[in-house]
Nanobody, 121 residues
């Protein structure tokens, strides 16, 4: 089984910074793409940032230039550095990873439980 655990959320003032982490554990052979999603109250879940196994990245237009996604493959961990936070960044942030477990020829998507980010204006 594979587990994802986010950490690093909290309350911050507008203009501040936070760094989220997503650590994968369990029977992991390969972690392919990893993503950060967020969902604000009353809104649909949106893709914030994505990173491939080789490190290619993609961002939502709303966070481009403010957020940076990265990963450490030796630690099976992904990060999201969030700078110049705005009130509208307030949401539950969840990570998703496509993981190929040992003994499987296919990868499957796994989700973390989410971490709350609240930006006060």
């Amino acid at each position: 089984q594979v587990q994802l655990m986010e950490s690093g959320g909290g309350l911050v003032q507008a203009g501040g910074s936070l760094r989220l982490s997503c650590a994968a554990s369990g029977s992991i052979r390969v972690i392919n793409a990893m993503n950060w999603y967020r969902q604000a109250p009353g809104k649909q879940r949106e893709l914030v940032a994505a990173i491939t196994k080789s490190g290619s990245t993609q961002y939502a237009e709303s966070v481009q230039g403010r957020f940076t996604i990265s990963r450490d493959n030796t630690k099976n961990t992904m990060y999201l550095q969030m700078n110049n936070l705005k009130h509208e960044d307030t949401a539950v942030y969840c990570c998703k990873a496509n993981v190929r477990p040992w003994g499987s020829i296919l990868g499957s998507d796994y989700w973390g439980q989410g971490t709350q980010v609240t930006v006060s204006s």
